[in-house]
């Protein structure tokens, strides 16, 4: 019997034979499991897919083992955010890390300078935005274990040089994205194990506008096949620099909220910092479990509602909210 495969499960299986690391071929191996079509035809295959499976669980589970769990793609969280950049040798990702944070970023005028991630914490009014460098990508190499970075960060910053060929650097950045499932897709989210979206955010940071042609931004635009953000730059430009962490703070989707104690000054210097939708419950439960179980009600200071106005655990929090609590 013919095993008639699908469009879906050669996608799949494109994804499986690219994947460099086991824990990413095991979430291509799922995916090919569950869109393989069920039926005589596939049994063969199915046994094959479930035997591969269990060979790189066990591989998986002995390299990390081995390597005491340590990978130098795994970029431990900080701040309100993580920004990661993906983009093709000289694109400018280290300059933004440079130009942005305290982080030593080697920047220079020849490809592959970067080796290793690093990370950077960025500025933003009064909250911390951590970006990460990373080596670069081409159409042919991506180096092994590159797609951890990714996989973890809130939001990945795509780098495209203006100054060079756009539409090479927007095939090669996109063509990853996709084919590692990183590139949301509403009609089919694709999660892993524990339900979590394998997607990620993304925008583009279209760097060196200084030297860039100066149809350069409609070029960009017409490559592009989906919505996105652009954020447009030249490092030496600091204005270009603030838009751009404005832009990633916008897309980060978080709210800060200012913590005050009855009959004190509310603390204005290191704001809370919650995914947008919050509630009160939720800014209470951040702050310490127990405390969350004893919390009665809660006022208010904020631009949709009346100063120092009563609101319910309920309530949805507004970037900026001062906010006091009530416990039992
Ligand atoms: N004119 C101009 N040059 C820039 C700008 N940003 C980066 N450059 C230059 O572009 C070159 C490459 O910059 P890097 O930041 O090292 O590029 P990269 O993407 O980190 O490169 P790899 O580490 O190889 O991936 C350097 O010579 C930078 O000075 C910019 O906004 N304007
Ligand atoms: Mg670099």
Known sequence: MPANLTPAYLKADKWFREATTDEEKILALQEMMRVIPKHKGTEHIQADLRKKMSALKESAEKKKKASHGFDIFHIPKTGAGQVTLLGLPNSGKSAIVSGTTHAKAHVADFPFTTSIPLPGIALFEDIKIEIVDIPPITADFAPSGIINAFRNCDLIGVVIDLSGNIQEQVKVCFDFLESRRLLPDPNSPILDEDGKS???????????????????????????????????????????????????????????????????????????????????MDLAQSIHKELAEKLKTARCWGSTVHNGQNVHKTHILCDKDIIELHFL
């Open 198 to 280: 394998l997607a990620r955010k993304c925008f583009i940071i279209a760097t060196k506008q200084d030297s860039a042609p100066p149809d350069a931004i409609d070029n960009l635009k017409k490559q592009l096949t989906r919505p996105i953000e652009i954020s447009i730059i030249s490092v030496n430009d600091k204005t270009s620099l603030d838009k751009m962490l404005a832009d990633i703070f916008k897309l980060l989707d978080i709210v800060r909220i200012y913590a005050k104690k009855p009959g004190h000054e509310p603390d204005m210097k290191d704001p809370f910092v919650l995914p947008r939708g919050s509630t009160v």
